[in-house]
T-cell receptor, first 115, second 112 residues
Framework: DAGVIQSPRHEVTEMGQEVTLRCKPI?????LFWYRQTMMRGLELLIY????????DSGMPEDRFSAKMPNASFSTLKIQPSEPRDSAVYFC?????????????FGPGTRLTVL | AQSVTQPDIHITVSEGASLELRCNYS??????LFWYVQSPGQGLQLLLK??????LVQGIKGFEAEFKRSQSSFNLRKPSVHWSDAAEYFC??????????FGAGTRLTVKP
């Protein structure tokens, strides 16, 4: 398996633009997690899905952020409109049935810069 | 409130020297404990985890960690560090089955 795939790896956009980050989890994994990593706040869990259903989105910072998982092999994290403070590295991770107790496999991340 | 603390932001050790990275947590019960490593430009990779049983757990790449309930600690150790161990290390804790917190991370530099 190729591991968790994220695209794009780097994204530079201007304030106010819509940004869409994409993730393909490892095949057969039931859980998918979106994290954000910044120097100030460290690694934060934004939202996670179980069997394509959002379970907990309490970490999503604002209504500008939304995430979807239309099928077991694809998820998106959208920011609309983007702001400079959204600049961060966004990670997607997936894991097997037991979710938090199992190893999470992380993608390489998307480095987002909002000018 | 639950929290995870990694007191050392940055540690430098010489190649071949021993290493200990500290992690403390606050929680009334025994949480589920993890150590992850992040190499530059990469995602996180699991080194080891502790749920119950033997308080000394072995992980990949020669790492081990010891859970000490009395000290609310889960320190990561390696007897002899290699240059390839230079990376950022994160302690993580799962509370209440679905609340996962990461520490701020400790950046390890290895001197030749």
């Amino acid at each position: 398996d190729a591991g968790v795939i994220q695209s794009p790896r780097h994204e530079v956009t201007e304030m106010g633009q819509e940004v869409t980050l994409r993730c393909k989890p490892i095949s057969g994994h039931d859980y998918l997690f979106w994290y954000r990593q910044t120097m100030m706040r460290g690694l934060e869990l934004l939202i996670y899905f179980n069997n394509n259903v959002p379970i907990d989105d309490s970490g999503m910072p604002e209504d500008r952020f939304s995430a979807k998982m239309p099928n077991a092999s694809f998820s998106t994290l959208k920011i609309q409109p983007s702001e400079p403070r959204d600049s961060a590295v966004y990670f997607c991770a997936s894991s097997l049935v037991t979710g938090f107790y199992n190893e999470q496999f992380f993608g390489p991340g998307t480095r987002l810069t909002v000018l | 409130a639950q929290s995870v603390t990694q007191p050392d932001i940055h540690i430098t050790v010489s190649e071949g020297a021993s290493l200990e990275l500290r992690c403390n947590y606050s929680y009334g019960a025994t949480p589920y404990l993890f150590w992850y490593v992040q190499s530059p430009g990469q995602g996180l990779q699991l080194l080891l985890k502790y749920f119950s049983g033997d308080t000394l757990v072995q992980g990949i790449k020669g790492f081990e960690a010891e859970f000490k309930r009395s000290q609310s600690s889960f320190n990561l150790r390696k007897p002899s560090v290699h240059w390839s161990d230079a990376a950022e290390y994160f302690c993580a804790v799962v509370y209440n089955n679905n609340d996962m917190r990461f520490g701020a991370g400790t950046r390890l530099t290895v001197k030749p």
